[in-house]
């Protein structure tokens, strides 16, 4: 490579996606802001993405100064050493005040991951429009969507179907999960404000299903997005519980063992995707402050909240979202997953015809950089 590369990559799926990009490119002096993917791929990193991540208006004021110091030590970084190209990977208010920042800077600007304007907040594409060159989407309608706003998207297949994961039997022995019971993953965010909020609703729904049923089991899977405290409480609640954790992958994510399991209580975002695609039948749990709630509904222009039902256009799999969200309603809708989890595994199947198998997405994203860093 003949160039610097930026990259941000403000959460643990864009952390893992971005890390893919990077080997797929071979070589490249990479910097910016990313996790521990990022880090193993070879990049330097400016910040950590566990200064940053937050979800929701009270979590993203509760971190400014810290979300604040991160964004000023990736520009000054970019200003001394003036990248040519620059990937960034979702995180959009973060990212968009980078991409004017380069923008102005004459640095080519590749946005992977795109914003989901088709769930709220449909303005955010103008400043997007002026600031960037190129967009790598990872869901099938998005291509045109973005295009439609006149930005030169490209649908790339989503990052979630590059790495199949162990099969049931290896995924199970690499878990230590009893080979023929039933199996839950528990997935309750990779931010810490979303694991305090879902992580224990999430337990005592199981324990509630385990009381009920002899033969199932349990995993509570943590991202490696989580700070030691939040790491620290999730393990105390999991083992108040007698249920075990374990620490998912950060270069693969919890997808390299989500074929061990039937079924998923799982916070909203890609979890949801990955745990249908292995299928794990997901059963989705949303829930944000008054505040975000407020504005989500002002904004909000989606019927579903988890992806493999946007996919879809159905609700194939259960939603809980806010009020809904209850110890008794999980429990209860896990209940029914584990008995009627056959009729669901056609949805699964769907998703990923939906999606494509024949799809590269960090080769397609590297090809896309090469000409901008300098090489054929």
């Known amino acids: ?87 960034l990977v979702n995180y959009t208010e973060f990212n968009s005040r980078i991409a004017h ?92 404000h979303e694991v305090k909020k879902l992580l224990r ?36 609640e999991a083992r108040a519980r007698r249920v075990d954790t374990a620490d998912v992958d950060p270069a693969r994510g919890a997808q390299a063992v989500l074929r061990a399991f039937d079924a998923s209580l799982c916070a909203s975002g890609t979890a949801a995707l990955e745990a249908a695609l292995a299928r794990a039948i997901p059963i989705v749990a949303y829930k944000v402050g008054l505040l975000t709630e407020l504005a989500a509904r002002r904004f909000l222009t989606t019927e579903h909240v988890a992806l493999p039902n946007v996919l879809l256009g159905r609700r194939a799999f259960p939603e809980l979202v806010q009020r809904d969200l209850t110890v008794a309603r999980l429990a209860s809708t896990l209940g029914e997953v584990l008995e009627t989890r056959e009729e669901m595994l056609r949805a699964c199947a769907d998703v990923e015809k939906l999606l494509g198998s024949k799809k590269t997405p960090s080769a397609d994203v590297a090809r896309m950089l090469r000409p901008w860093l300098g090489e054929a």
Not at 201 to 227: F, G, K, T
Request: with cysteine.
């Open 201 to 236: 609703p999430m337990l005592e729904a199981y324990d509630l299903v385990r009381r009920e049923r002899a033969s199932v089991d349990a995993r509570v899977l943590l991202a490696p997005s989580l700070d030691d405290e939040t790491r620290a409480w999730a393990c105390s």
């Open 101 to 192: 920042v380069l923008h102005d800077a004459g640095v080519r600007v590749l946005w992977y991951i795109a914003p989901q304007i088709w769930a709220w907040r449909a303005s955010r594409a103008r400043s997007l429009r002026r600031n960037i060159d190129r967009m790598a989407v990872i869901l099938p309608f998005e291509e045109d969507l973005w295009r439609k706003e006149g930005i030169d998207a490209h649908y790339v297949g989503h990052p979630a179907m590059e790495d199949p994961g162990l099969g049931r039997v290896a995924a199970r022995e690499a878990l230590g999960l009893t080979p023929y019971a039933w199996a839950v993953a528990i997935l309750p965010g990779s931010r810490p």
């Open 1 to 87: 490579m003949s160039a610097d590369l930026l990259v941000v990559a403000g959460e643990a799926s864009g952390d893992r996606a971005a890390a893919c990009v990077v080997r797929a490119l071979g070589g490249a002096r990479v910097f910016g802001l990313g996790g521990a993917a990022l880090a193993g791929a070879g990049a330097h990193l400016v910040a950590d993405l566990r200064e940053s991540t937050a979800l929701g208006i009270g979590e993203v004021a509760a971190r400014a100064l810290s979300i604040g110091g991160a964004l000023a030590r990736v520009i000054a970084e970019a200003r001394r050493r003036k990248p040519r190209a620059a990937l």
